[in-house]
């Protein structure tokens, strides 16, 4: 794995933000941290971190479901992976892999909390490949895959 890579963490739960970077940081990764969607935005702007981790259920009004909205249709910020993570399964026994909404919600990948640390490390460079091959992907090809997605949702 990649040293020194960069990641932002937003996520409204203090202990979480506290637990998981510190994680990172013992694994050789740059961590920076955000406890609300807007302060997440712009860190993710000021950073421009090789990962983003968002809770997509934060108390806030600013909720992940809506940063994860305006990072992808930021054509600076729309490459940058995105790991969704929450605890929505536990706690409102919704599992996300059975009803996503890629229309609102595209993250690279998602982890349910507790996040297992293991499998995070091995997603990382997973979505971080992932976004590499999408970001070189032809333009044209980009081009069709909106158009399909257009006319998906219309029907």
Known sequence: MQKNLKIVIVDDNADFLFTMETFLKRNGF???TADNGQKGIDL???ERPDVILLDIMMETLFS?????KQLRSDDDLKDIPIIGISAMGAELDINYSQWPD???FRPDTF????VDKQRLLQLIP???????KRKRSPKWKK???KDWAKKASQT
């Open 30 to 32: 740059e961590v920076h």
């Open 44 to 46: 993710i702007k000021k």
């Open 64 to 68: 992940g479901f809506e940063v994860c």
């Open 102 to 104: 890629y229309e609102y």
């Open 111 to 114: 982890l349910e909390k507790p």
């Open 126 to 132: 997973e979505v971080i490949q992932k976004a590499q």
């Open 143 to 145: 081009e069709m895959e």
